[in-house]
């Protein structure tokens, strides 16, 4: 037993190591260089406290990013996991081409995107584009938009390519918590008279509570994180209508007001593992109540 655990300290010392070296010590010096003046105007690094963090929160336009970053987490996370739990709940059934379908729907996640981006700025297009296009063909031209140039739609369409892109990932995961079911107490609620609804509700839902709650999570954290759509399809326009804290942050950064945009990554990173503590903590109490 004694030799064992000497082994296994050897194995996880040089995990440590890596993760103190990759994660904890850069993150230690994003927050020091958060408290500085540091700038590519100067050479000389100052300490100034928590000046950055006021003049983050003093500045009139952080409203609007901010705004954007939780409207495009919120809803972006709430239609992925509906929609892959939709598909997950239709595909988990004996459709003959349902491996097919899998693989269809799973696809769009495998596509970077950059390449994702400047597809749906065809798509968006206010004339030549595939949506405007198929708008005009049906009878419904009143409808078109210019989607990515008018700032009362350019957050919805690009909620709508995160949709599109990450459903199929929630799918997989919800099929995984589906098939994990115990057909047994589905047969048993079949012979007591259950129907659809109530299976759904009071046995399949609890039974994949954990799916659902890695798909919120991992929903909520990437629609925080969001850039390379949006700086694909926008870079933040028109004007600032869809410039979200990660956005902001590389153009601090490329203005060289690299204490600021780290000040801004510090307030993102707290403010995800609070969102993260809460979901799990929320979820864990209800997985122990039911």
Known sequence: ?????????????????????????????????????????????????????????????????????????????????????????????????????????????????????????????????????????????????????????????????????AAGFCMVIFLAGLQAVPKEILEACDVDGGNYWSKLTRIVVPFIMPSILINTLLSLISGFKVFDVIFALTNGGPGRASEVVNITIFNQFSMGNYGYSTALGAVMFIALAILSIGIIAIFTRKESEG
Do not use: C
């Open 1 to 165: 037993m004694y030799v064992t655990k000497i082994y296994s300290r050897k194995f996880v010392l040089p995990a440590l190591l890596l993760f103190f070296v990759l994660f904890l010590l850069p993150s230690f010096m994003g927050f020091y260089y958060s408290l500085t003046n540091w700038n590519s105007m100067s050479d000389e690094i100052k300490f100034i406290g928590l000046q950055n963090f006021k003049d983050l929160f003093m500045d009139s336009g952080s409203f609007m990013f901010i705004k954007n970053t939780l409207l495009f987490a919120v809803f972006s996370s709430l239609f992925k996991v509906l929609l892959g739990f939709g598909l997950a709940l239709m595909l988990n059934e004996g459709i003959r081409t349902k491996n097919a379908l899998r693989t269809i729907y799973f696809l769009p996640i495998i596509i970077s995107n950059l390449i994702v981006g400047l597809m749906f700025q065809q798509v968006f297009h206010p004339t030549n584009g595939i949506l405007n296009q198929f708008l005009n063909t049906i009878g419904l031209g009143s409808m078109a938009q210019a989607w990515l140039e008018d700032p009362k739609w350019v957050m919805w369409a690009t909620t709508s390519v995160e949709i599109w892109k």
